[in-house]
């Protein structure tokens, strides 16, 4: 090959952007934020993760859930059962009897085991799955953009020549 504006033989490799300076710096930040955030999703999901194969506090939580949507249940009335798995007399007897009933319903079923089952871990998967497929596809388009290009540059005029690219 020779330098098609001084005929010189002389040609060496370089790389070269291959889109504009503003262009490249979002590429890059692009794909360092993808990295960044497929990172931290990934350990917040093994957290997460652990703490929902534990079963016990999983049916710890199940059941604060159950809790929590009963109105008159107080934060207190959660703290204590998140302490011992049981709420004191006390806080019980000043429930209505409307009330009384479901909160006694939600501790025998804890007492039972009945909360312990599955919670729903399907969707959190997808949630995640999608979640690594959007950092991936943004990861890749990031990079595609920050991606250097090869070219010959002429090292008696400094013409740039481009590479035939399959
Ligand atoms: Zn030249």
Redesign the pocket.
């Given at each position: 090959m020779r330098?098609d504006?001084?005929k010189?033989e002389e040609l060496t490799v370089i790389k070269v952007a291959r889109y504009s300076k503003p262009l490249v710096a979002a590429g890059y930040v692009l794909w360092i934020l993808a990295v960044l955030a497929a990172i931290g999703a990934g350990v917040y999901m093994t957290r997460s993760d652990a703490a929902a194969e534990d079963p016990g506090a999983r049916a710890v939580q199940n059941a604060v859930t159950k809790l929590e949507q009963i109105n008159a249940v107080t934060p207190e009335m959660i703290k204590d059962f998140q302490d011992d798995g049981l709420i004191s007399e006390t806080s019980l007897s000043k429930l209505g009897s409307e009330d009384r009933t479901e909160v006694d319903k939600v501790l025998s079923d804890f007492r039972t085991g009945a909360l312990t089952g599955t919670a729903s871990g399907q969707p959190v998967w997808v949630f995640w799955g999608m979640v690594f497929v959007v950092c991936g596809a943004v990861f890749i388009v990031g990079l595609a953009i920050t991606l250097r290009k090869e070219k010959l540059k002429?090292a008696?005029?400094g013409?740039l020549i481009e590479l035939d690219e399959g």
């Open positions: 330098c504006t001084c010189g002429c008696k005029c013409a």
